[in-house]
């Protein structure tokens, strides 16, 4: 379970958390999650790939991305680690020297589990339509779904995925994710 440790939370309380958890400051609360379980860890690591390939690397789709993996996002005072995390090339273009990012990225996806889905809902999405996020992709192995938004005033269910549907969703449209290979 996400669960609030500690209040008036900086950079240090990330640094000083457990190896065995994932550390975030929202809004001055340090929240502490346990690591993703093998199934989570699955479904990014196969989504991450199939965006990697296309849309970072280029080579079965346009490129034009950088696709990352739990990157660390430092928003005024904001630490927050998504799952999968993509900016388009045009607006950053090159990777940050320092271990985190400052500049939001333009899509984001988090891998719902019974331990962190309420906090990811709750406590991530308003602040990743806050700083500008304009995609955003809630996977949930457990329901084999995927909802996908755009943010306008907040965020705006776009579409719904189920099973073993094919995927052609914003802002990855170009290339078709296969998405029963994330489920299996």
Request: net charge negative.
């Amino acid at each position: 379970m996400s669960e609030r440790v500690k209040r008036g939370a900086t950079y240090d309380d990330v640094l000083d958390a457990p190896e065995d958890r994932i550390a975030e400051v929202v809004v001055r609360d340090l929240y502490l999650s346990p690591r993703p379980s093998p199934r989570h860890a699955r479904v990014a690591m196969a989504l991450s790939a199939d965006l990697h390939d296309a849309f970072d690397r280029g080579r079965s789709g346009p490129g034009g991305w950088w696709v990352l993996v739990e990157p660390e996002l430092h928003l005024d005072g904001n630490i927050l680690v998504p799952d999968i995390a993509a900016w388009r090339r045009s607006r950053l273009t090159s990777l940050p020297e320092g271990g985190w990012f400052e500049l939001p990225p333009d899509w984001v996806c988090e891998i719902l589990s019974p331990s962190t889905e309420q906090f990811d809902r709750r406590r991530k999405l308003p602040l990743y339509a806050v700083y500008g996020v304009q995609y955003l992709w809630l996977a949930d192995p457990a329901h084999q779904r995927l909802e996908v938004y755009r943010r306008s005033t907040g965020w705006q269910l776009d579409c719904t995925f189920m099973g073993a549907d094919d995927v052609w969703a914003p802002p990855f449209e170009a290339v078709e994710i296969d998405l029963h290979r994330l489920w299996s």
